[in-house]
């Protein structure tokens, strides 16, 4: 059932616009440099609240991808659907000349074919590397989208629409079974309202003594400030 449904989402419901905006949800590297940059922003300009945010945002993603979800993939081994199924769409962007590109958007010109390679799965089960679970593009992403909705839940929550669309690239372009990427959603979401626990706690019993000018008019991390 669950190659069924991969089928479905990797070969069948797919078109060349799909595989192009697919690829790119999944692709890091196209999004560090808008991440870096709104990073730097809220941590220069930003007040309490969104300092704050980053910090616990950062805090939470390095602990689910490098300790949950690097020692999950080691520990469990599940090889990718593109290392053991053949026909498998492998998805991705063509990033071999990617600043001539980038050069032509930022100037206003049309760059035509879609940005994306696409190639056939061939199975080699013997040499797999065992990564497919968790999701960490997806484990990562909705651990964020949590967090930024504790902190801005009037608007934060519009975050897991594109954590949403992450969580499908995965399985578009070939690289997660969609229980790989069911679980890690539920991972992630009990993960980071852990997390989230823990800091307050953490905030509430050191901040008084440590910070006691800031928790006076910060009692939260998250909540209204004290007047």
């Known amino acids: 059932m669950e190659e069924t449904l991969l089928t479905l989402i990797n070969r069948d419901w797919t078109s060349p616009g799909l595989d192009a905006f697919m ?12 991440i870096i940059v709104i990073a730097a922003y809220l941590a220069i300009y930003g007040d309490f609240r969104a300092r704050t945010m980053l910090v616990i945002l950062i805090l939470t993603v390095i602990i689910s991808d490098s300790i949950i979800g690097d020692g999950l993939k080691h520990l469990i081994r599940r090889p990718r659907p593109n290392e053991v199924v053949a026909g498998v769409r492998i998805v991705s962007l063509d990033l071999h000349r990617p600043i001539p590109r980038l050069r032509a958007f930022l100037s206003g010109a049309q760059v035509h074919p879609p940005w994306v ?21 997806t484990l990562n992403n909705f651990c964020a989208a949590m967090v930024i909705t504790c902190f801005y839940r009037r608007f934060g929550w519009l975050y897991f629409i594109p954590a949403s669309l992450v969580a499908y690239s995965r399985m578009y372009v070939g690289s997660h079974w969609p229980s790989d990427v069911a679980i890690s959603i539920i991972m992630a979401l009990g993960l980071s309202l852990i997390l989230l626990a ?6 509430r019993k050191f901040a008084p003594r440590i910070l006691p000018r800031i928790f006076e008019h910060h009692p939260s991390l998250w909540g209204p400030a004290a007047p």
């Open 23 to 34: 690829a790119a949800m999944s692709s890091l590297n196209l999004w560090a440099i808008p």
């Open 198 to 203: 823990l800091y307050e706690a953490l905030w």
């Open 117 to 137: 390679a696409v190639a056939n799965s061939r199975p080699d089960p013997e040499n797999s590397r065992g990564r497919s679970f968790p999701s960490d593009h």
